[in-house]
């Protein structure tokens, strides 16, 4: 921690957060909103005169509110930087000033206003970490009933001699030593119920390693852990386990089903132990919430800025799970920590270095080289409209609309999303790579034979087409006459190909993308939206059926959602009959030399 | 991107195509025939050659298509094998290596999107295969070459959070020279780390 704080290479913004990044790989323009600390951090030297003096009184939130601090406070000893902070929220101001007087170095400004800081970086490496679950919602445990159930958090404050009673263990409730102390594992993980569904990875070794320490505390202590597995797999860890074991921890599989206090204030336990097949009681004196990890609040609005994937858990996905665990899926961002999955402090470190590795692989050339599949203006076609520049997510074309010039594409801007060439009338941009003519002869030759059978389906490169790859690999089964079309966003998907499709046979169409939020290219599948909509309603308007074009928005991590979709669009073709499909090739063909003339 | 006249000159000549089913050790072959995929495409336009491949991914399988390239003047290949999101770049560095414009590569998803998920109908299977192919047929001969352009790169790292990884991250990074920017939303680095008594399995301290 000190070493980051001072290395010279390194400039730390804490109190931070991003505001927002534009911009690509080699080059993002990130922009950091600096909250004021009211404290200047390079000229306080943590003499600690301003606290002393603090008239206000708050809980100390990193000792869990063990403990309290004042409204200037140092969060914790060896604080990085080492400076105290004012929290204006609970400081009664000018009115009081008692620190202003009491600070030699005059480092307290009250006036002090928050910063935007601009920043132009080639990389960024995403380490937003966990929170921890809160166990309040799980109120079978008493959490919030009973002062003498914790957390494990709590408890790591409780046991560390820097902690609010310098390391000595009490319980909360008339602050006796414990004889006695229950560990509940699995609180907010693998639970359908409540929490995640997955394993939070680390509270089982968490609650191994606190029986151990809380031995060394008081070898008589009668140490119990309620477990449903206990996962002791990393190097080292059977034998923290064997060693908790033999200094006569408790372990009893399986997880109470009701908690009582007492009227000695300790807690009776209720448990089925699944090994014995007994229903037990226990009466413990105190007892530890082993709680999961939950991605950090702000994973969303991050993952919405950066253009990023989640799992269905919440956490970041990465662009492999086991050939780039640490790459997300656009390029020159990594992930390190436990933003990418609950994880402990060992793999933590090894993919921060991981990540560092990669970064410096991306940018030791000095330069980048873009992918070429961007769009191209064909000048003699463009009507200097707008509406290119006005669907691109990235600002990357410009158009006079008054001096009726072409549009220009910005290639290094262009991620090459192609909803300009779906949104263009005028047929005059060329999206490199998913031409028209090369995404036209792919649906001929898919509707060439047995096209009444056939279901035809965009999917984007990111989420869909990722999804259906997660459909395989889990090996989830689903109908055989699905064939799919890869674009690298649903916003290329272009009305004339809808149409194309009708007009050669084909009974369904399905067009599948990110969900809205979770866009690759920002907000292009919004467009993808409005046009299937567009397109919907002229099918009505025509008489065709406007069920058979179908939307459905299918993430990378969701193989089980798109074999539902796939069984549900067969069921709709199976609504199709020749007859109908014959009549909109008919309709089609008439209605279209009249659109023709329109034009 | 921009279009070489040379190669378009080329293109416009004549398209040569080689198309390689792969087998994948079993995974792909256990349900689909990809001898019978690969005879029934060596029959479509500008088709040269049409073959089943062990493990096209492997060294051996990428020499046997730059033989073939070599020795028949292929100008346009299709893999069809596993998904592109895993292998495309795979064969985009051996087009590379037989001096052709790696965007003249197109892969057909035998693997994830055929073999894996219709397990129990090998025929239907089979069927979509040879369609799957034939899509990509038909969409490599209309190819362009294209090709990537360097931008100057911003030698700095942002990164975000100031936990154990996010610390880590940094301190490489910087230890190798590159300027660090390294935001953290509360008072202190140090994350849920910092609050740890001691720590698992070695038992010594977290900060």
Redesign the interface.
């Known amino acids: ?1 000190a ?3 001072r ?12 505001a927002g990044v534009s911009g690509y ?4 323009n ?1 922009k ?1 909103v600096k909250r004021s ?1 009211f404290v200047d951090e390079k000229a306080c030297t943590s003499c600690g005169e301003c606290a002393k003096v603090c008239p206000v009184v708050f809980p100390d939130e ?1 000792n ?1 509110g063990l403990s309290s601090r004042k409204a200037v406070y ?3 000893p ?4 080492s ?1 105290y ?1 004012i929290n204006m929220n609970e400081c009664m101001g000018r009115g009081c000033s008692k620190c202003l007087d009491a600070c030699d170095k005059k480092c307290i400004h009250f006036h002090m206003s928050d910063e935007e800081i601009q ?12 929170d ?1 679950y809160d166990p309040r919602e799980m109120d079978e445990y008493g959490y919030t009933r009973f002062e003498n159930v914790i957390t494990s ?1 709590e408890l ?2 409780l ?2 001699a820097g ?1 609010p009673t310098r390391g000595e263990l009490i319980r909360p409730k008339d602050r006796k030593h414990p004889q006695s102390i229950g560990f509940i594992q699995c609180v907010g993980s693998r639970s359908k119920r409540k929490g995640g569904q997955y394993c939070s990875n680390i509270c089982c ?2 609650t ?3 029986s ?2 809380l031995k060394e505390h008081d070898p008589d202590m009668e140490i119990m852990v309620f477990y449903t597995d206990i996962r002791a797999f ?4 059977e ?2 386990y064997t060693r908790s074991r033999s200094q006569g921890v408790q372990y009893v599989r399986g997880l109470p089903g009701s908690v009582e206090e007492m009227s000695d204030g300790s807690m009776r336990v209720a448990v089925e132990n699944t090994a014995t097949g007994c229903i037990e009681f226990h009466d413990l004196d105190m007892l530890v919430l082993s709680i999961g990890m939950k991605p ?1 609040s ?1 994973t969303r609005k ?1 993952q919405e800025m950066l253009g990023l994937q989640l799992t269905s858990d919440g956490f970041f996905l990465e662009a ?1 799970p086991k050939l780039q665990p640490v790459d997300s899926a656009t390029r020159g961002i ?1 992930y ?4 990418e999955g609950p994880k ?2 060992k793999e ?2 090894t ?3 991981a ?3 990669r ?2 692989r ?2 030791h ?10 769009s ?1 203006i064909i000048e003699e076609h463009c009507k200097s409209c707008g509406k290119c520049a006005e669907v691109c997510p990235y600002n990357a074309i410009t158009v006079d609309v008054k001096k009726k010039t072409p549009a220009v594409v910005n ?2 801007a262009c991620a090459g999303c192609g909803t300009c060439a779906a949104e263009c009338v005028f047929n005059a941009i060329v999206m ?2 998913f ?1 028209d ?2 995404i036209l ?2 649906v ?3 509707l ?2 047995k096209a009444e059978e056939k279901i035809l389906t965009f999917a984007c ?1 990111w989420c869909s ?2 999804g ?2 997660f ?3 889990s ?4 109908p ?7 674009t690298m966003c649903s916003g290329r998907v272009d009305e004339k190909f809808i149409w194309h499709a009708f007009e050669n046979g084909a009974p369904v169409v399905l067009v599948s993308g990110c969900h809205i939020g979770d866009c690759h290219y920002i907000d292009a599948n919004h467009w993808t939206e409005k046009r299937i909509a567009r397109v919907r309603k002229k099918m009505e308007k025509k008489g065709i059926r406007p069920e058979r074009l179908q939307l459905a928005w299918i993430s990378a991590a969701e193989g089980v959602r798109f ?1 539902r979709v796939m069984t549900e669009m067969e069921a709709l073709r199976r609504t199709v009959t020749r007859e109908e499909i014959q009549e909109t090739i008919a309709l089609l063909n008439s209605r279209e030399n009249h659109e023709n003339a329109e034009l | ?1 921009r279009t070489n006249p040379i190669e378009t000159a080329d293109r416009e000549n004549s398209s040569r195509i080689g198309v390689y089913v792969c087998r994948c050790g079993l995974n792909i072959a256990r349900t689909v025939d990809c001898e019978k995929v690969a005879r029934n495409i060596s029959g479509m336009e500008n088709v040269l050659i049409s073959k089943e491949i062990t493990y096209a991914c492997s060294e051996p399988g990428q020499m046997e298509i730059k033989d073939d390239i070599r020795e028949h003047g292929l100008n346009r290949i299709v893999v069809a094998s596993c ?4 292998h495309e770049p795979t064969f985009r560095r051996m087009m590379l290596q037989a001096d052709l414009n790696p ?1 003249m590569l197109e892969m057909a ?1 035998l ?4 073999s ?6 090998p025929l ?2 089979t ?2 295969a040879e ?2 192919v ?2 990509s ?3 490599v ?4 070459p ?58 010594d301290c ?2």
């Open positions: 921690m070493d980051a704080g290395h010279p290479k390194i400039t730390l913004y804490t109190m931070s957060e991003v790989v080699g080059n993002f990130v950091i600390r990193f869990m140092i969060p914790f060896q604080a990085v930087p400076a902070v920043i132009k970086v080639g990389s960024i490496v995403v380490a937003t970490g966990l921890p958090l790591e404050r046991i560390n902690g070794m968490n191994v390693k606190n151990l320490v990393g190097k080292g860890f034998d923290l950090s702000g991050l492999h990594f390190a920590g436990c933003a402990d402090i933590s470190v993919q921060g270095s990540s560092a590795a970064a410096i991306l940018m050339k000095g330069v980048v080289t873009t992918e070429p599949i961007t191209e290639s290094a490199n790579h031409t003519d090369q002869s792919q001929d030759t898919l060439a034979q490169n087409y990722a259906a790859d459909a395989g690999v090996r989830l089964q689903y055989a006459n699905v064939r799919l079309i890869r074999a | 991107m998904s592109p999101r895993l965007y998803n693997r994830e999107q055929c894996w998920v219709h397990m129990q109908a239907d299977a069927e979509k369609d799957l034939r899509m047929v038909s969409r001969h209309l190819l362009q294209l090709y990537e352009e360097t931008i100057p790169l911003v030698k700095k790292t942002l990164v975000i959070g100031g936990g154990v990884a996010g610390i880590q991250a940094a301190l490489d990074l910087a230890d190798n020279g590159y300027e660090v920017m390294l935001v953290e939303k509360s008072a202190s680095i140090g994350g849920t780390m910092a609050q740890l008594d001691k720590t698992f399995p070695t038992m977290s900060i």
